[in-house]
């Protein structure tokens, strides 16, 4: 599966900005996606997921700031992400996995992810 997410940047405080992730090497329709970040000196978490049924689930942290949705027909993935925060400063990967009873299990492909820094 390859994975190509772009749209990140800098941004201000209580911002918004919207990341997208284009999807290939796979059957896009019948996969289960989610958005995952990183920060610096932190381990990788689960932002947002999406099954191929449009079933979502999200991070506590970003419940009600973020909306993660999809497109079949484009094969792309988006996050959009209100009301940003210092704190949601990371690199944001996109990943191609399995989600089952509420929980998302991440495939093994991540691309290079695109880097959101909120800052002013």
């Known amino acids: 599966v390859q994975l190509q997410a772009s749209g990140g940047g800098l941004v201000q405080p209580g911002g918004s900005l919207r990341v997208s992730c284009a999807v290939s090497?796979?059957?896009?329709?019948?996969?289960?996606l989610a958005w995952y970040r990183q920060a610096p000196g932190k381990q990788r978490e689960l932002v947002a997921g999406?099954?191929?049924?449009?079933?979502?689930t999200y991070a506590d942290s970003v419940k009600g700031r973020f909306t993660i949705s999809r497109d079949n027909a484009k094969q792309l993935v988006f996050l959009q992400m209100n009301s940003l925060k210092p704190e949601d400063t990371a690199v944001y990967y996109c990943n191609a996995g399995q989600y089952s009873s509420g929980i998302f299990y991440a495939g093994n492909d991540w691309g290079q992810g695109t880097l959101v820094t909120v800052s002013s």
């Open positions: 090497g796979t059957l896009f329709r019948f996969r289960d």
């Open positions: 999406i099954g191929n049924d449009g079933t979502t």
